[in-house]
């Protein structure tokens, strides 16, 4: 009778014992499950760091898409602010604006003491006047005009059957043709260095004294 006594009390106990282990085994891997494994951050941090170097590359080969691309891949992986920064100035030599700017605005909210600020600050007063520009004007915007839609723009217009020309010997032809050639490549040359002096086209940076981008050794830990 006392034997049959001590058996439920020691598999109660023995019960309980599971049980707290049980406990225990799930509240650890919970409370290990937010710092994730280091061998996966430390992976991440390598394949940013090489999709950091070749976006740098890639930009110095003038290569911007490419570089957009890496900066881009990095900073999901790393979210190190510094990328966005990069990032911007991707946008920006794409004459993406809009994006530049958002990318310029979030590396100045995650970076406020960044040493480039007053510069990053002036590219973008240049770049919202530039987007300002382009929504008060009703034509298109000349950043999207062809070279031979700007050549064509700038092609004076045919000169009317009782004007000079028709009246020129036939000895001062070639002379009068070669002077209207070079006045339309001069016409088209100063309509092209508006564009890009207006921010509408090319790779320049105007009135922009950003720089290029970071790189790796420039990055903070």
């Known amino acids: 009778m006392l034997t049959n006594g001590k058996r439920p009390l020691r598999w109660s106990l023995t019960l309980g014992l599971l049980l707290n ?3 225990l085994v799930v509240a650890g891997a919970a409370h290990a499950q937010p710092g994730g ?7 991440a941090d390598v394949e940013a760091r090489a999709l950091f170097n070749a976006g740098v590359a890639a930009y110095d080969a003038g290569r911007y898409e490419d570089a957009l ?11 190190r602010p510094v990328l966005l920064y990069n990032i911007g100035q991707c946008y920006d030599r794409l004459r993406r604006d809009e994006e530049a700017v958002q990318a310029f605005e979030r590396y100045l909210e995650a970076v406020p003491g960044a040493e480039n600020r007053p ?5 973008l007063r240049a770049l919202r006047e530039a987007i300002a ?12 005009l062809s070279p031979a839609q700007v050549a064509a723009s700038a ?5 009317s059957p009782e004007g000079p020309s028709l009246r020129e010997s036939d000895s001062h032809r070639p002379r009068r043709i070669a002077l209207v050639t070079t006045s339309v490549v001069v016409v088209v040359a100063v309509v092209v260095l508006s564009v890009v002096l207006a921010g509408g086209g090319g790779n320049d940076y105007v009135g922009s004294d950003v720089g290029t981008v970071f790189a790796l050794q420039q990055v903070p830990r």
């Open 69 to 79: 691309e890496s900066f881009e891949r990095a900073y999901q992986r790393s979210e």
């Open 119 to 123: 510069q990053v600050e002036a590219r």
């Open 37 to 43: 494994d280091p061998r996966d951050e430390e992976l």
């Open 133 to 144: 520009r382009r929504s008060t004007t009703s034509g298109t915007d000349p950043a999207l």
């Open 155 to 159: 092609t004076p217009p045919p000169t």
């Open 21 to 23: 282990l049980a406990a």
